[in-house]
DNA sequence: CTGAAACCTG
DNA sequence: CAGGTTTCAG
């Protein structure tokens, strides 16, 4: 029996889906939620929330593309657009999209976080960002290195339940 | 002219 | 995050 709106849990699973698609389409989303009536109101919500994601994901890319382009010594900027489990930029992105900290970070979710941060860095580094359209080119690296999301996803509930009902 | 996504605000 | 506005491709 689909649920009328949508949850707080829907909205914690759709931020664990973004660690796998930042531009999930209305048609892919509609698969992974089983549990959710969709109607036009329902799809933009779920839209608007990837909206806000990839919002919050690039303004915190952006910032550190600047803070490392402030480094005068290439050792510091190097250090500095290098995204490890270990660094603040990947602190603050698990606490977003994986508040309790109860999910595993994909791998290959960091690798595109620093590709991204490094697209700004360059971008800015180039001067490049003078243009008022200059992110533009880089979303559209990023969303072609979206990677599909675990089929687990596909149940009602996160994938972090520990059990589920029914 | 719409619809999707970015952008801005609260 | 939700609402409203702007931008832009189709």
Known sequence: ???EGLSPCHLK????MFFYTRYPSSSTLKT???DV??????T???????????EFFYIQMERFARQAAREVLSVARERALRLGRDTELYRI???????SNDYQVPERFVEVSEVALREFFSAI???RDADPCWKKSIYKIICKLDSSVPDN???PGCPTDTYRMG
């Open 13 to 16: 699973k759709a931020k664990l």
């Open 125 to 127: 580094q180039s001067g």
């Open 32 to 34: 992974y939620f089983p």
């Open 153 to 155: 996803f596909r149940l």
């Open 1 to 3: 029996m689909p649920r």
């Open 93 to 99: 992105l698990n606490m977003h999209y994986n508040k």
């Open 37 to 42: 009536k969709f109607n036009r109101c329902v």
């Open 44 to 54: 933009s919500q779920l839209i608007k929330w990837f909206s806000n994601f990839r």
